[in-house]
């Protein structure tokens, strides 16, 4: 016996998106470069289940998917708000960089990467949806260097001399008289 499935109309809308992203991007290709070259599909998910929740649910990421290896999660779709994510080639480079560390490259080039995005970008807009470009975040500032150049475990050390000097020089007038 067949599962009849009935999805909500935003569940509906994510898998018609998906299977229209699956049909324009289904043969695309990058190959990417380095010391483990691999070949990397475009891929957008569904949602799982009949329903979203109302749309709650909606967000369906855009990944770079490797034959062999970690996916690179190149953006999302929520077609509730009406707006694609789209994440710059910077981006991805500093999420990389920072989970696996500044040695290893993101195994994309530039080049590779923008003409992919241009491709989706484009297609995204002939669906009406609206485009967002996410770009790599600013490096935080380097910590503001103190205001005096002493350290506080040489204030604590000259308080506690002092002290024990204080202290001595008590002892002695008083032993003396």
């Given at each position: 016996m067949a599962q009849d499935f009935r999805r909500t109309a935003f569940a509906t809308m994510a898998v018609g998106l998906a299977e229209k992203f699956k049909f324009r991007f289904g043969s695309e290709e990058i190959q990417a470069e380095g010391p483990a070259p691999t070949i990397y599909r475009v891929?957008?998910?569904?949602?799982?289940?009949?329903?979203?929740?109302?749309?709650?649910?909606?967000?369906?990421?855009?990944?770079?998917?490797?034959?062999?290896?970690?996916a690179i999660?190149?953006?999302?779709?929520?077609?509730?708000?009406?707006?694609?994510?789209?994440?710059?080639?910077?981006?991805?480079a500093q999420q990389h960089a920072e989970r696996f560390g500044a040695a290893e490259q993101l195994p994309i080039t530039v080049e590779q990467y923008d003409a992919l995005?241009?491709?989706?970008?484009?297609?995204?807009?002939?669906?009406?949806?609206?485009?967002?470009?996410?770009?790599?975040?600013?490096?935080?500032?380097?910590?503001a260097p103190s205001r005096s150049g002493v350290s506080p475990m040489i204030?604590?050390?000259?308080?506690?001399a002092v002290a024990v000097l204080a202290g001595a020089v008590v002892l002695l007038m008083t032993h003396h008289q």
């Open positions: 891929e957008m998910l569904t949602p799982e289940g009949e329903s979203t929740g109302g749309g709650k649910q909606s967000l369906q990421p855009i990944k770079l998917v490797p034959v062999q290896g970690t999660v190149v953006g999302s779709a929520n077609q509730k708000d009406g707006v694609v994510e789209i994440r710059t080639h910077a981006y991805l995005a241009k491709k989706m970008l484009a297609f995204f807009a002939e669906q009406g949806l609206k485009v967002v470009s996410m770009d790599a975040r600013p490096l935080a500032p380097p910590p204030v604590v050390a000259l308080v506690i």
